[in-house]
C-alpha cells in the first residue's frame, strides 16, 4: 500500500502520512485512529515498539485470511 492510498483510506493528507512514517512530524489521537482503522488494526498498535507490535500484526492479518476464507461464495444457481 502507498502513502498516497493510506492517505486516502483514512482520509488523511499524505503528506501527513508521509511526515508520520519518517519520524519527522507527530499525530494526533484521532489521526491514529484515522490510519489504524484504515490499516484495520486498534490504533494503540501504531504506537508500540515495532517488535511487540509485528507479532500481534502478524496475527490480525492472519485471522483476516482465515475470515475471508471461511466467508461463502455466492449462492449457485440450479438448472432446471
Avoid: F, N
Amino acid at each position: 500500500m502507498t502513502q498516497e492510498e493510506l492517505a486516502e483510506l483514512a482520509e488523511l493528507d499524505r503528506t501527513l502520512v508521509s511526515a508520520i512514517e519518517r519520524e519527522v512530524s507527530g499525530t494526533s489521537t484521532d489521526s491514529l485512529g484515522l490510519l489504524g482503522q484504515a490499516l484495520g488494526l486498534p490504533a494503540h498498535v501504531l504506537m508500540m515498539p515495532p517488535a511487540e507490535a509485528q507479532p500481534l500484526i502478524l496475527s490480525l492479518i492472519e485471522k483476516s485470511h482465515k475470515q475471508i476464507r471461511r466467508k461463502p461464495g455466492p449462492p449457485s444457481k440450479v438448472k432446471r
